[in-house]
């Protein structure tokens, strides 16, 4: 009997940031997440990743596995296990407080795994309740909630999700066929943008206007924050598209730069959005379609404000020529790709004659103005000692980018790479 595949299709950032941290972690589990994506932009979520695993006592569903791993860290799992729980005059570490769930998971470290990712998930004592609670799904614990996600969506009858716009939020009762059951957005799910049940202020005005959303939205969205990437300014960002496929490359080129970069002060969203790009177009053997082009924005969260920026498609369509990436890798100075994001092509033709004048001259001949300008210009010791090469790279990048310009002007195309 072959697996059931269900398949997922880029909605709102919150939607598909939930799909890509949801990989993340399926791919820190073991599992080949590119076997799950299309090019066609859609994703195929495989039943079997639902399966669940023997721990001492218990049972639990692979992704609830691979949830709580990535979730929490061996170290941290150390120090929250030694630290007491707070109660006056108490002794009792976490350790001691939740040795029942150490019981449970086969005298195994991920029983209080469970019980920390569960308090982090949820801020709540009862690890992996909350949503089950809010549902009204009490027949569940929420392991078994989650192992049975796909028996739960494929229901064929009900209103459908507000989020995926793909299954059904209402479902009968296994237990009673004259019941059904709603799930909705929640604090648990997200507490900037969810309500607060019993609670005030509550953003959806006491749950009468709040989305409605299925069991696998509401599993996907625990995901969503671990498709975010921290910078050193305590902001996050996640890079968002129409294409699984694309967003997957870019979030994790992104992540590459970040971790390789020296100057992670010097990187503003611009030009981590540019540089993800770039780093697409020269390692990717596809090419961004027009549709998929004009869509790239990045989506930037610091503390409870949401906004999202993008580039011109015109600029992202000469980032994403492999030529054009290829030659700005190969340069890589900053300066040089802000002049491109700005369509400042005169200015850039004009540093090409500068540092080709001054890499013509020995380099004793050269005055100290000249050297500072190289300076100021090239920030790599590479291009420093070879001011000619940039500058020949240089004139080839223009070179291309008028080919481009003029192909478009025959071709009838509206957009205009010059700036005026």
């Not at 009204?136 to 614990?141: A, H, P």
């Not at 999700?161 to 059904?180: A, E, G, H, N, R």
């Not at 992670?264 to 961004?288: F, P």
Request: charged letters at 25%; hydrophobic letters at 35%.
């Amino acid at each position: 009997m072959s697996e059931k595949k269900f398949t997922l299709y880029p909605s709102n950032w919150l939607y598909n940031a939930g799909v890509i941290g949801l990989l993340r972690v399926l791919e820190t589990g073991g599992e080949n997440v590119t076997d799950f994506l299309s090019q066609d932009g859609g994703l195929e979520l495989r039943s079997s990743i639902f399966d669940k695993v023997k721990y001492g006592k218990v049972e639990i569903p692979k992704v609830i596995k691979y949830l709580v791993d990535y979730e929490v860290s061996e170290e941290e799992l150390n120090d929250w296990k030694n630290k007491t729980t707070g109660k006056e005059n108490s002794k009792e570490t976490n350790a001691d407080k939740y040795r029942d769930f150490y019981e449970r998971f086969g005298r195994s470290d991920f029983g209080y795994k469970f019980v920390r990712a569960g308090n982090k998930l949820f801020s709540s004592d009862k690890p992996f309740q909350d949503l089950v609670q809010h549902s009204e799904w009490r027949s569940f614990e929420y392991p078994d909630l989650v192992a049975n996600i796909p028996k739960l969506i494929a229901a064929s009858e009900g209103e459908k999700c507000d989020l995926c716009f793909c299954y059904p939020v209402v479902i009968k009762d296994p237990k009673s066929k004259l019941q059904t059951r709603l799930t909705q957005l929640q604090s648990t799910h997200l507490k900037e943008l969810g309500p607060s049940p019993g609670k005030f202020p509550n953003g959806f005005w006491n749950m009468n206007n709040s989305m409605r959303i299925c069991f696998l939205c509401s599993f996907l969205i625990l995901h969503h924050r671990f498709a975010f990437v921290h910078l050193s300014d305590n902001s996050e960002f996640f890079i968002n598209a129409p294409s699984f496929q694309v967003m997957w490359h870019l979030n994790k080129f992104a992540v590459g730069l970040l971790g390789a970069s020296s100057s992670k002060k010097t990187l503003d969203k611009r030009n981590i959005l540019a540089m993800s790009v770039i780093e697409y177009a020269t390692k990717v053997q596809t090419t961004l379609g027009a549709w998929t082009g004009m869509n790239i924005e990045l989506v930037s969260r610091h503390g409870d404000r949401v906004k999202s920026s993008s580039l011109p498609y015109d600029v992202i369509q000469l980032l994403s020529d492999r030529r054009i990436a290829e030659i700005l890798s190969r340069i890589g100075e900053f300066t040089i790709l802000n002049l491109v994001l700005d369509r400042d092509f005169s200015r850039l033709m004009e540093i090409g004659y500068r540092l080709l004048r001054i890499g013509l001259k020995p380099y004793n001949e050269r005055n100290g103005s000249e050297n500072d300008y190289i300076e100021y210009v090239l920030k790599l010791d590479r291009n420093q000692k070879s001011p000619t090469r940039v500058a020949d790279r240089i004139f080839r990048l223009c070179a291309i980018v008028e080919e481009k310009r003029k192909r478009r002007e025959v071709y009838g195309h509206g957009h205009c790479f010059a700036r005026s």
